[in-house]
């Protein structure tokens, strides 16, 4: 077990922990998963209008739409840009469905629920989105999909950090910081 900058086992005692000061934290940081901080998966069907995703989006005030065929299965997502610049083109946004303006899969950043939050954050930095949809792999007909079964966005990650702060995570031995 480790305490601080001390280390103890049996019959060895305590002894010194050669690890920076700020070691601790990062370890810490390491260990958080994305499956403790998801939020609820905002979708819409391949076949709903532009101008019904308008209205989901801003019910539900989020910036990105997961598009889902039948079984939750992720086959695309479309943002607030993607939204907007449809609606300042001359196209009918109560005829046309968001399967025309989407973004497609593969081409679509995921996560999964066992991935660390950390790294899931890189994504959405180096990737520059609002959110990523968490997925479970699935096969159907010997072909690998994706079940979307929730939403990683940076306001969640905001939140980790300030419960973080907080010391909201663990058992008490480990929130001493």
């Not at 973004?103 to 066992?114: A, D, F, G, K, Y």
């Not at 950390?118 to 994706?146: F, M, N």
Request: glycine share 6%; charged share 25%; net charge neutral.
């Amino acid at each position: 077990m480790q305490i601080g900058h001390l280390e103890a086992r049996p019959r060895v005692g305590y002894f010194y922990v050669n690890k920076k000061p700020y070691q601790t934290i990062i370890d810490k940081i390491m260990k958080l998963r994305v499956r403790d901080f998801l939020s609820v998966p905002v979708v819409v069907s391949e076949n709903t209008v532009i101008y019904d995703a308008i209205v989901a989006l801003f019910v539900n005030d989020v910036g990105t739409l997961f598009v889902v065929s039948e079984g939750e299965i992720l086959e695309g997502i479309v943002s607030r840009k993607d939204l907007l610049k449809t609606t300042l083109g001359k196209v009918d946004i109560n005829q046309v469905p968001v399967s025309v303006i989407m973004t497609r899969m593969p081409n679509v950043i995921t996560t999964t629920m066992e991935e660390g939050l950390w790294h899931a954050g890189r994504k959405i930095c180096s990737h520059e989105v609002d959110a990523l949809p968490v997925v479970k792999e699935i096969t159907q007909d010997k072909i690998i999909k994706y079940k979307v079964v929730g939403r990683l966005s940076k306001t969640n990650i905001t939140k980790a950090f300030v419960d973080f702060g907080l010391g909201k995570f663990g058992s008490e031995e480990e929130n001493d910081y």
